[in-house]
């Protein structure tokens, strides 16, 4: 329907080009939106105000105007100036409901669109250090991140996903360190326990594992442990397969998964680092100081420079973080998006400024960030801080173990993600109206038990032709419904281009109360045939919208709860 409008618009301005009420040499752009208040008609333009200073008219003389050479079209059944110059138009029922065939028709390609031309697009996100289980703020940056690639798929991108692991620096010396503790009997609470070390029972696990000379197979790697309790390096490679195995665990149970696994040491190892830190000095954007190597990040924006070599001759963090973007530019990505928590904010200024003083033809501005707030989890109104497994705070897998993958999923998507996300365990769990999972997978186990109690009656509601005539429809709460249905394409569009995710699950909690409403309100299962076979249409369209909206969000739609 929206593209109608367009269309109708587009011919009017042309006429009144050919006329010279507006100049043939401009062109103009159109901005048509669903309108807000159903009073106001379906879509609404401002292209009268926006182009009224180039006819030399009032904006709502303008809109005359283009009303007047708008083409006849049946899909459209009035036309009201509104305001100082805004054009709102109400459709037909008719083309308001040709939707449903739309949606039929397109079935799991409902909403597709290809717009990325099968552009590559690289998404980062989780890059969780292998020193413990996954903790909420990971599994929010993972459902951000999958529902993120699944919309950009959706749009026609060609996505990779891929997880950063930081298995090189102090954080895994810490960690081999804990677990060789463990080894020997040292508990968190002795003296000669690690100053830095971790305390989760899964130190235990790592320890025991390595004591029974156990083999992990992590994505990339298997290792068997030697036993030995002297030998930390051994002690050290087998901790990090153990922890990313973990890891891979905690993301297949929340159904992520990653196409490429890059490892901070292979930047070590393959002399990438040093090769970043020689292009820096050939450029001329470093300097010493104080026994450290500086980057003049002050010339790329910071608001200070930054030490890249620390006296003692190790590097900041953010070194190889600038040594593994270049990485990803010469992989071919022109499209990077990092997923990360908000305290990485001060990152990306920092490896944005790294990358330009490498002049190696990166644009200004990349790789583009998405961060996301932390999450507080609470139950009876009490937040939830520990767990006995991490030690110090609230797992993935404890959320996943508490609520299912669908109620996680769709919590840590459902806010937007610069907004802090208070996870209720009692509201996730709970199987009411508040619960919008439940309030969504319910609308569609709903429909599939009407369409059970028809085929129970003999009603073929496979046949090619069941459903098509959409007289039946004629009630404004069926209209409500085609309405929303038809802004679903748009809506996945925008999602993707806006980075936000949450728009999806706002969208699919609307559609589900207008259905819950129809259906409490109208009855299906009536005598009248072509009064019900155009309501079960109906429902067939809202019942596919639903199955593709949560499959993008990764979410299942049961036939039965």
């Known amino acids: 329907m929206k593209d109608t409008v367009i269309q109708l618009l587009e011919a009017a301005i042309a006429a009144l080009q ?20 159903k009073a106001h008609g379906d ?10 200073k180039a006819a030399g008219k009032p904006p709502r003389q303008l809109a005359d105007l283009l009303i007047e050479k708008l083409p006849e079209s049946s899909a459209v059944a009035k036309v009201e100036i509104a305001g100082p110059g805004f054009i709102n138009f109400f459709m037909s029922d008719a083309s308001s409901f040709d939707i449903v065939n739309t949606v039929r028709s397109a079935a799991d390609g409902f909403g597709l669109n290809n717009s990325g031309a099968g552009e590559s697009v690289q998404i980062e996100f989780v890059s969780a250090n292998p020193t413990g289980p996954l903790h909420v703020g990971h599994g929010r940056g993972a459902a951000i991140g999958d529902c993120l690639a699944r ?60 004591l029974e000379k156990a083999t992990v197979t992590a994505d990339d790697r298997e290792v068997t442990a030697k036993g030995d309790a002297d030998d930390l390096a051994a002690i050290k490679d087998f901790a990090v397969a153990y922890l990313r195995r973990e890891q891979d665990l905690d993301l297949k149970a929340f159904g992520v998964k990653f196409d490429v696994y890059f490892l901070e040491s292979s930047l070590y190892n393959e002399g990438k680092v040093e090769k970043t830190v020689e292009a820096l000095n050939a450029n001329g954007f470093t300097y010493e100081k104080d026994n450290a190597l500086w980057l003049k990040t002050t010339e790329f924006g ?46 990306v200024t920092r490896v944005r400024a790294g990358l330009q003083a490498l002049k190696a033809g990166i644009p200004e501005g990349w790789p583009d960030y998405v961060l996301h707030q932390m999450v507080l989890v609470t139950r009876s109104g009490q937040e939830v801080k520990l767990s006995k497994r991490a030690g110090s705070y609230v797992t993935l897998r404890d959320l996943i173990d508490e609520v299912g993958r669908d109620a996680t999923r769709f919590f840590l998507a459902a806010r937007r993600v610069d907004s802090q996300l208070t996870f209720d365990i009692d509201l996730a769990r709970s199987q009411t109206n508040e619960n919008p999972v439940y309030y969504i997978q319910y609308a569609h186990a709903r429909i599939c038990s009407v369409l059970r109690k028809l085929q129970e009656l003999g009603v073929d509601i496979n046949a090619a032709d069941f459903g098509s005539d959409l007289s039946g429809l004629a009630l404004d709460e069926e209209r409500e419904i085609a309405n929303q249905l038809a802004r679903y394409p748009e809506l996945i569009a925008n999602a993707a281009r806006q980075r936000e995710p949450h728009h999806l699950t706002h969208y699919l909690r609307e559609l589900a109360g207008l259905f819950h409403t129809y259906y409490n309100a109208h009855k299906v299962l009536i005598d009248d045939t072509a009064v019900r076979d155009s309501r079960v249409a109906l429902y067939l369209a809202v019942k596919q919208v639903l199955v593709n909206g949560l499959d993008l969000i990764g979410v299942s739609a049961p036939e039965e709860m």
């Open 18 to 37: 050919a006329e010279g009420v507006l100049p043939q040499d401009q062109a103009f752009k159109l901005n048509v939106d669903s309108a807000r208040d």
């Open 43 to 52: 879509f609404a333009t401002n292209i009268a105000l926006v182009t009224a």
């Open 151 to 210: 919309l950009l798929e959706a749009n026609g991108y060609r996505v990779t996903r891929e997880f950063y692991y930081n298995d090189a620096g102090a954080q895994i010396d810490n960690l081999a360190l804990s677990v060789q503790a463990r080894i020997k009997g040292i508990s968190p609470d002795d003296d000669l326990w690690p100053k830095d070390g971790y305390r989760g029972d899964y130190i235990q696990d790592a320890a025991n594992a390595y």
């Open 302 to 347: 910071d608001d200070k420079d930054r030490v890249m070599r620390k006296s003692d001759g190790g590097y900041t963090y953010f070194l190889p973080d600038v040594a593994y973007h270049l990485d990803k530019w010469q992989r071919g990505f022109s499209t990077v998006i990092n997923e990360q928590g908000a305290d990485h904010h001060s990152t």
